[in-house]
């Protein structure tokens, strides 16, 4: 019985420690891997950079359009811009022109 007993007097000593231990196991796994640990923030983050890069280029864009818009206003009208866009809509060239079209 005193083999028992004994067994029984470091079950109950070594429990806590062990218990802790295991605690700390677990927040430290879900610190790292779990929905808000350290994995998920370096994915949305790099999702974010992407987001930003593809932001910044439509900003390029949008300013690009915005000039070529303002070259068709009424108050600074730039006949070779009206001329571009009469053409390419009506779809209009002479014969021995060569037509060069981007997007």
Known sequence: MSIGLEIRKRAKAGAGPILGI???????????EGDRGLFAYLK???KI???????????????ALQKRVSL???ENLDTDMLEERARDVLGLAHPDEIVIYRK
């Open 22 to 32: 295991l605690a700390v196991a677990y927040f430290s796994y879900h610190l790292i």
């Open 44 to 46: 949305l983050q790099h």
């Open 49 to 63: 950079d992407k987001a930003e890069a593809v932001y910044l280029v439509s900003e390029g864009e949008k300013h």
């Open 72 to 74: 068709l206003r009424p």
